[in-house]
């Protein structure tokens, strides 16, 4: 991208060959050799273990991001949540695309149709008749193919069915339309993603892979191709030998959730992703004994899985508002514009705060990446 008509300070945080130090607060700076890291060590881990990867690009909504996973990280394809997202992508020359959601509003059907074409592979989820049915007809309208992945709810009771019978009653109605395929199933849980506790995330990751298990005998003529997995326990889902691939997203980034997870190092299971994404926060006022306050709020910060962490142990992000987030200091050590890392709780929706990723090696700007599909979530 030309960065030329762009201003530092107004419409972008930073230009290439600047040092980290001039880039203007608050922003989001990725350390390109960990984000690098992050990415050789996902593309070891599918390859050693007979998996497809398809990252999920909810998580970054960068363009760049996607074709580095692709060209570079062992990714065949990505996955979107919403059907403008996923037109982003498209239209940056992305060529394999699921859907890993329902979408059910006849104009947004009508789109998906339309992004359709023979270069281009696209899919979707369903868990009922009704919509099974109206993906067809904006599909015949159009010309086009649909892969359909039936979900399955293997135990996150949020979409998706359980029942086998209702499950052969969809499939059938997809082997007769001309414009579907059955694809298999997406069977995420994510609900245990996030269990702190090794050994209790371990016994949910059983409980579900039981599940699925049976599922995949139950329906083993069709040889249905088994989707989902997230970064929270993907070394053990993958383990249990259901999944054909895995979706995993904040591996690329992480953030302070997923690096607070307990793993049981002994067994060296875990691939030891860092923080490679941090909000770039600056001090703008002293004001306040043995505290700082910075210029990252809740409108550069996602805080539905907690507060921030900070890189240094002597400092503690405590207290965020709408544009200020409060330091505690107690020895003293921040000054008036001095500029910190933040980690943020959940990388997904702190990346949909902002605009562009400055990306960072070496303490230089080496490249910018817009945060391409930012607020698309029609």
Not at 42 to 50: A, D, G, I, P, Q
Not at 215 to 229: D, Q, R, Y
Not at 260 to 271: A, E, G, P, T
Request: hydrophobic fraction near 40%; proline fraction near 2%.
């Amino acid at each position: 991208m030309n960065l030329e008509a762009f201003e530092v300070g107004f419409n972008i945080p930073a230009k290439v060959g600047m040092d980290i130090t001039e880039i203007q607060t608050p922003s989001l700076i990725i350390d390109f050799k960990i984000f690098e890291n992050n990415i050789n060590k996902m593309r070891e881990f599918v390859l050693n273990n007979n998996v497809k990867l398809r990252p999920h690009a909810k998580m970054h909504k960068s363009i760049d991001v996607a074709k580095y996973q692709i060209n570079k990280g062992g990714a065949h394809g990505i996955c979107c949540q919403k059907v403008s997202e996923a037109e982003i992508f498209v239209k940056a020359g992305i060529k394999d695309i699921l859907i890993t959601n329902q979408i059910t509003d006849s104009f947004k059907l009508e789109r998906l149709a339309k992004i359709t074409s023979k270069e281009l592979r696209i899919g979707c989820c369903v868990d009922n008749n009704e919509n099974l049915t109206n993906i067809q007809k904006a599909a015949e309208r159009n010309n086009s193919l649909i892969d359909i992945y039936i979900e399955y709810d293997c135990g996150a009771n949020r979409c998706g069915i359980k029942s086998f019978d209702k499950i052969n009653e969809l499939i059938i109605m997809i082997t007769e339309m001309d414009n579907l395929k059955f694809v298999g199933f997406q069977a995420y849980n994510g609900s245990i993603q996030h269990i702190q506790d090794y050994k209790m995330r371990k016994k949910e990751v059983k409980k579900t892979c039981n599940n699925i298990k049976e599922l995949k005998a139950e329906f083993a003529k069709h040889s249905p191709f088994i989707t989902g997995v997230g970064t929270g326990c993907f070394d053990l889902e993958v383990s249990e030998e259901v999944y054909d691939e895995i979706q995993v997203g904040s591996y690329a980034f992480m953030d302070a959730h997923y690096s607070s997870l307990k793993h049981d190092r002994k067994l060296n299971n875990f691939n030891n992703f860092e923080n490679s994404l941090f909000v770039f926060t600056g001090v703008m006022s002293k004001a306040l004994q043995n505290h700082a306050v910075v210029d990252a709020g809740l409108k550069s910060i996602a805080i539905d899985s907690g507060l921030p962490k900070t890189i240094n142990s002597q400092l503690e992000y405590i207290k965020c508002s709408d544009e200020h987030g409060i330091i505690a200091d107690p020895n003293n050590i921040l000054k008036i514009n001095d500029k910190i890392c933040l980690i943020p709780g959940h990388c997904d929706p702190t990346c949909n705060l902002h605009d562009w990723y400055v990306v960072v090696k070496d303490s230089k700007v080496i490249n910018l990446w817009p945060i391409s599909a930012r607020g698309f979530s029609l």
